[in-house]
């Protein structure tokens, strides 16, 4: 008996350097693979959430034209959506609508003109992942 749990014990191995390397480097793979396949998926998410706000935005500047027969002017910019704006032309009914004008995914502030170069009204946009004027600039289209 005791020499059957001896061989037993004794026949047992392992793994080898060389096995326990090629699992590592599977691994590796799958997660590289995974990584390589989900980073479209990020700057998918970003532009989605410029969308989002784009749309947030607007209806806030709506609001404001509403109120006021006009959207801000671009010296006013965005922020007269969350501070009453001291340049003419002063809204007559103004109203706090938001509590802080968001960044972009990329860490910027949009960007605003009025009145627009594209739209009639105003031009709201960002300047996209690169951070400066060039043609992937993200613009709102009505």
């Given at each position: ?89 002063e809204p007559r009914k103004w109203m706090k609508l ?9 860490g910027n502030p949009y960007l605003y003109r009025s ?17 400066k004027e060039s043609s992937d600039d993200i613009f709102?289209?009505?």
């Open positions: 008996m005791k020499n059957s749990v001896f061989v037993l014990r004794k026949s047992q191995s392992a793994y080898t350097l060389v096995e326990i390397m090629l699992v590592l480097a599977i691994i590796s793979v799958l997660v590289g693979s995974a990584i390589y396949l989900l980073a479209n998926n990020v700057d998918a998410a970003k532009e989605q959430r410029v969308e989002t706000d784009f749309q947030a935005i607007t209806t806030q500047l709506k609001t404001y034209e509403m109120r006021n027969f006009n959207v801000p002017t671009t010296e006013q910019g965005l922020e007269a959506l969350v501070n009453r704006p001291t340049i003419k032309p938001m509590d802080s004008v968001p960044l972009d995914p990329w009145p627009g170069k594209f739209n009639p009204a105003f031009d709201l946009y960002s300047w996209g992942p690169d951070k709102y289209k009505k």
